[in-house]
């Protein structure tokens, strides 16, 4: 049972564009980086009650060079931020990022001076999940974010 025989006598097309887009969006794979109490919820998240791998991010995977999506959950101290920044600039391009919970988005409640407010002031953020901590089902949503935008947004002639 192969394509041929769902297609019949017909043929098939598509633009690189659109076949390559599908590809990414339903393969990507996360770096998680948990820093906090989010954690726990995006360890959720990757269980078998949310199912990650219905989107196709399932594996996460703690290389950089093997990542597409980095998921920054938990707060973030000027001391961490040039690691992060550095796993970033190592996962390939192209790549995004998703800045989990209330501390990663803004700081959180924790305004003091060596805590970072807000990981977008070292990392451009492609979409960010409220709450304190977020349940898994709002990280699902920004994974669908995030696969909308690959979908849309990108173009092969952009990887050159």
Known sequence: MGIESALGEGFFTTKIDALSNWARANAAWPMPMGLACCAIEMMAFAGPRYDASRFG?????????????????????????????????QMPDPKWCIAMGACASTGGMHRCYGV?????????????????????????????????????????????
């Not at 970072?116 to 669908?144: E, F, I, K, T, W």
């Open 57 to 89: 991010s399932e594996v996460m995977r703690f290389s950089p060079r093997q990542s597409d999506v980095m998921i920054v959950a938990g707060w973030s101290t000027y001391k961490m931020a040039h690691a992060i920044r550095r796993i970033w600039d």
């Open 116 to 160: 970072v407010q807000g990981v977008d002031n070292y990392l451009p953020v492609d979409a960010y999940v409220s709450g304190c901590p977020p349940r898994p089902d709002a990280l699902l949503h920004a994974l669908m974010k995030i696969q909308d935008k690959i979908k849309t947004e990108h173009s092969v002639l952009l990887d050159s």
